[in-house]
């Protein structure tokens, strides 16, 4: 289902298809498809270099597993990430179809609509384009073998969605394609998110519509990346060291931002039409976290629909925050 042409993410040139590559004879830049998905990508995932990302996305895709068996076949080869993180990320990608449908519910909550094309900015392993089938979706992420993965769930649900490997700067789309972008918990990995704001703003259509979530950087809650509390109020410079003496583990790649950050953000890319709130939350959002935390988000999603004096409260310190843009 080809819903665009692809354009070079470097310089927006037309592209000339081959076989098993697309070139750009403006700028010389070539850029393979691998699996049957193409690599538009200008720089690697922050976790991984490219060629070891190809491999392994290619050694997942050879593994003759279900979905679910390929993301825990994914940690077992994957033994940086220590076994408690391993299966809270597990459970988080098995829940993905049921986060999708959230998304939904979340969008309808706000009055957007799944448009002409709706771009899923940071699909990972295939959530929301799952839940949201039937609609001209494409599914971009800069992990490729998380794309491998994620199309392993698409194929065992009989549906077919574009995926495209590229990095949220430097998307491969013409100018005002996108009637609509999400961007579910993406933002918080990217150092430069002034330039994926601007890279946003050149692919969506004039009347279009971008929904976010992201984590708090100042939530009283456990930081989800790695399980730690308080990670967010201390000064960055001292983020990594904190986490590596409480988990053993390093704090790297992740830019969290609190509602003051992303509101001057989002005014800085030209954006005038949004709103930078507490968000929008429903059981199905967190029935894959632990007890402790479903008990703490219920309770901030009933403080938040039932007391609205409390909601500046709540959108200062709360887990997550919904950025919704017109």
Same mark, same amino acid.
């Given at each position: 289902?080809?819903?665009?042409?692809?354009?070079?993410?470097?310089?927006?040139?037309?592209?000339?298809?081959?076989?098993?590559?697309?070139?750009?004879?403006?700028?010389?830049?070539?850029?393979?498809?691998?699996?049957?998905?193409?690599?538009?990508?200008?720089?690697?995932?922050?976790?991984?270099?490219?060629?070891?990302?190809?491999?392994?996305?290619?050694?997942?895709?050879?593994?003759?597993?279900?979905?679910?068996?390929?993301?825990?076949?994914?940690?077992?080869?994957?033994?940086?990430?220590?076994?408690?993180?391993?299966?809270?990320?597990?459970?988080?990608?098995?829940?993905?179809?049921?986060?999708?449908?959230?998304?939904?519910?979340?969008?309808?909550?706000?009055?957007?609509?799944?448009?002409?094309?709706?771009?899923?900015?940071?699909?990972?392993?295939?959530?929301?384009?799952?839940?949201?089938?039937?609609?001209?979706?494409?599914?971009?992420?800069?992990?490729?073998?998380?794309?491998?993965?994620?199309?392993?769930?698409?194929?065992?649900?009989?549906?077919?969605?574009?995926?495209?490997?590229?990095?949220?700067?430097?998307?491969?789309?013409?100018?005002?394609?996108?009637?609509?972008?999400?961007?579910?918990?993406?933002?918080?990995?990217?150092?430069?998110?002034?330039?994926?704001?601007? /890279?946003?703003? +050149?692919?969506? &259509?004039?009347? %279009?519509? @971008?929904?976010?979530?992201? !984590?708090?950087?100042?939530? *009283?809650?456990?930081?989800?990346?790695?399980?730690?509390?308080?990670?967010?109020?201390?000064?960055?410079?001292?983020?990594?060291?904190?986490?590596?003496?409480?988990?053993?583990?390093?704090?790297?790649?992740?830019?969290?931002?609190?509602? /003051?950050?992303? +509101?001057?953000? &989002?005014?800085? %890319?030209? @954006?005038?039409?949004?709103? !930078?709130?507490?968000?929008? *939350?429903?059981?199905?959002?967190?029935?894959?976290?632990?007890?402790?935390?479903?008990?703490?988000?219920?309770?901030?999603?009933?403080?938040?629909?039932?007391?609205?004096?409390?909601?500046?409260?709540?959108?200062?310190?709360?887990?997550?925050?919904?950025?919704?843009?017109?």
């Amino acid at each position: 289902m080809n819903l665009v042409e692809y354009v070079c993410p470097r310089c927006h040139s037309a592209l000339e298809r081959h076989e098993a590559r697309y070139l750009c004879e403006a700028c010389n830049s070539v850029y393979p498809i691998i699996a049957g998905i193409p690599d538009f990508r200008v720089y690697p995932d922050p976790y991984i270099d490219l060629e070891a990302d190809r491999a392994k996305g290619l050694h997942l895709d050879s593994q003759p597993l279900s979905f679910a068996d390929l993301v825990r076949y994914y940690y077992s080869i994957t033994p940086e990430v220590p076994p408690d993180l391993a299966q809270h990320y597990t459970t988080h990608h098995l829940a993905g179809v049921t986060r999708g449908h959230a998304i939904l519910a979340r969008l309808a909550h706000y009055g957007l609509d799944l448009g002409a094309h709706t771009l899923d900015l940071g699909c990972g392993t295939g959530g929301f384009l799952v839940a949201a089938a039937g609609q001209p979706l494409i599914g971009v992420d800069i992990a490729f073998r998380w794309l491998i993965v994620g199309r392993r769930r698409l194929r065992e649900q009989g549906i077919d969605v574009p995926l495209v490997c590229a990095c949220a700067d430097y998307l491969p789309f013409p100018d005002h394609t996108f009637s609509l972008v999400v961007a579910e918990h993406v933002l918080e990995h990217i150092a430069d998110a002034g330039r994926v704001m601007g /890279a946003i703003k +050149r692919v969506s &259509l004039p009347d %279009s519509a @971008f929904l976010a979530r992201t !984590v708090n950087r100042f939530a *009283l809650a456990p930081e989800p990346h790695v399980g730690v509390w308080g990670v967010g109020f201390l000064p960055r410079s001292a983020m990594s060291k904190y986490v590596q003496r409480v988990k053993g583990i390093p704090y790297e790649h992740i830019y969290l931002r609190g509602e /003051a950050g992303w +509101r001057r953000l &989002l005014r800085e %890319s030209q @954006f005038t039409r949004f709103d !930078v709130r507490y968000p929008y *939350l429903q059981d199905i959002d967190y029935q894959h976290q632990s007890p402790l935390i479903r008990r703490l988000f219920g309770l901030y999603a009933r403080m938040a629909n039932s007391v609205p004096p409390l909601r500046p409260f709540l959108t200062q310190f709360g887990p997550y925050l919904d950025m919704v843009v017109r």
